[in-house]
């Protein structure tokens, strides 16, 4: 293969090329030159796109797919063309499908699945048996077979005596565990963030306390324990305090922040849309401000699309019944330039690759062409035709977008959308 792409401003900050418009040339996945005007003597094949921008490729930390048992959701195959136009070249698969990816099998199983495709597929492996939180399962024959963390996605760990040996039992293999946050004692029937709206509403809430009564415990557990803790999806205010305060302290932390909690509020729960049914829930607009000021100042780390496919059936139901989830990886990018810097946005699309171990590629001569385009510019609605995952849950039909994925150039093939 043979690729040159024309003209494209290098946002790569460990790139010497970085904010230059260059010509790259880009040969069986390698990255063979960058300069101007070069010269096709070969007759490769050309791309010029309008107002056409490169960065290394985007990292997804948080996607569902549904298969292997819930294909009706989305299948690997379209999960990962869908990831890939728009503009992720890697992503972690969270274990929440039927079987639960817990064991060797199931890692190797949706590996093999995800096998040629242009974006790469890094399963998470669930860190308890079928995550029902009271046995550990299978860490480190998973982390052999290629899991690049555990965690049992929106299912917060009871047992803190179980989280405490699951940190020291995955520094013996430098292993990462995600440790979601949510007290469900706290919780307990809540659907929505307590406070005016869901008040107003008549909804139960849910107290900001649930999540950062959790943060606090598993942080002490990380503190006496040692080793690397992910917090995903951080939603409010104080959350972000404590993460903070915690890296001072020298702790091994890294957290994330969803797409829809840097864009979206509790206010749009008023016509009852289930498609704004979310874990955790839409926070208030003091707490938004708060996860965009964390992004900026680096408590966050990363920000994933946290992509979860649900089926008509358990979305077009009472909000109170309704499944929580909202597709995102089509609209991640588009959301995320209304309200954050492109740099910034880049940094947190790629940044995530380090956390879990995955090698990054700069934009430089002779590297692994591992390449997301895009454009920054332009203003778009956001409808179902837009879509391209199998469920269309999305938090953002109608919502208006900044700048597009063009797609990537990974493993050997361009892909555009």
Same mark, same amino acid.
């Given at each position: ?14 790139? $010497? ?18 300069g ?31 298969? $292997? ?45 995800a ?7 890094? $399963? ?18 998973m982390k ?25 039992y ?24 307590e406070?005016v @709206? ?10 900001? &306390?649930?999540?950062?009564l ?17 917090? $995903?999806?951080i939603?409010?205010?104080?959350? @972000? ?16 922040v969803?797409?829809?909690?840097l @864009? &979206?509020?509790?206010?749009k ?12 829930? &839409? ?14 100042d680096?408590?966050i ?49 790629t ?36 879509? &391209? ?29």
């Open positions: 293969m043979k690729i040159i792409i024309r003209g494209a401003k290098i946002i790569d900050p460990k790139s $010497p090329f970085h904010n230059q418009t260059a010509d790259l040339l880009i040969v069986d996945g390698f990255i063979k030159k960058i101007t005007a070069l010269p096709n003597t070969d007759n490769g094949q050309e791309l010029k796109l309008d107002n056409l921008h490169l960065s290394q490729g985007w990292f997804d930390s948080s996607v569902s797919l549904g298969e $292997p048992g819930f294909e009706d959701r989305e299948t690997i195959a379209n999960g990962l063309d869908v990831a890939a136009k728009s503009g992720f070249t890697g992503i972690a698969l969270q274990p929440n499908s039927y079987p639960v990816i817990d064991n060797q099998a199931q890692v190797n199983f949706v590996k093999n699945k096998n040629g495709f242009a974006t790469q597929l890094f $399963p998470i492996g669930a860190l308890t048996k079928e995550s029902e939180g009271k046995d550990m399962a299978e860490l480190y024959d052999n077979s290629g899991a690049v963390a555990f965690g049992d996605y929106t299912k917060s760990l009871d047992n803190a005596n179980l989280l405490k040996i699951a940190l020291q995955v520094q013996d293999f430098d292993g990462l565990v995600i440790a979601f946050a949510q007290d469900d004692k706290i919780k307990g029937n809540g659907v929505a963030n406070g @709206v869901s008040t107003r509403l008549g909804l139960k809430g849910i107290p900001d &306390l649930a999540e950062e959790q943060i606090v415990r598993n942080l002490f557990l990380l503190e006496y324990t040692g080793g690397k803790m992910h917090v $995903p999806t939603s409010s205010a104080k959350s @972000v305090q404590l993460i903070k305060d915690a890296k001072a302290k020298g702790l091994n932390v890294t957290c994330s969803a797409v829809h909690h @864009v &979206l509020t509790d206010e729960l008023e016509g009852f849309d289930t498609r704004y049914k979310v874990t955790p829930p &839409l926070k208030t607009e003091n707490d938004r401000q708060a996860l965009i000021n964390g992004v900026l680096g408590t780390d990363i920000i994933t699309s946290d992509h979860n496919p649900v089926d008509i059936e358990h979305k077009k139901m009472e909000f109170d019944m309704a499944k929580n989830g909202t597709i995102g990886l089509e609209s991640a990018f588009g959301a995320l330039m209304t309200v954050l810097p492109l740099e910034t946005i880049i940094e947190k699309f940044s995530g690759k380090a956390i879990f171990s995955i090698p990054n590629n700069s934009i430089s001569e002779g590297e692994i062409a591992n390449i997301t385009l895009f454009n920054p510019e332009g203003i778009s609605i956001f409808t179902k035709e837009n879509i &391209l995952s199998k469920s269309k849950n999305s938090a953002f039909l109608g919502t208006t977008l900044k700048g597009k994925a063009y797609g990537i150039l990974n493993q050997g093939k361009l892909i555009l959308g």
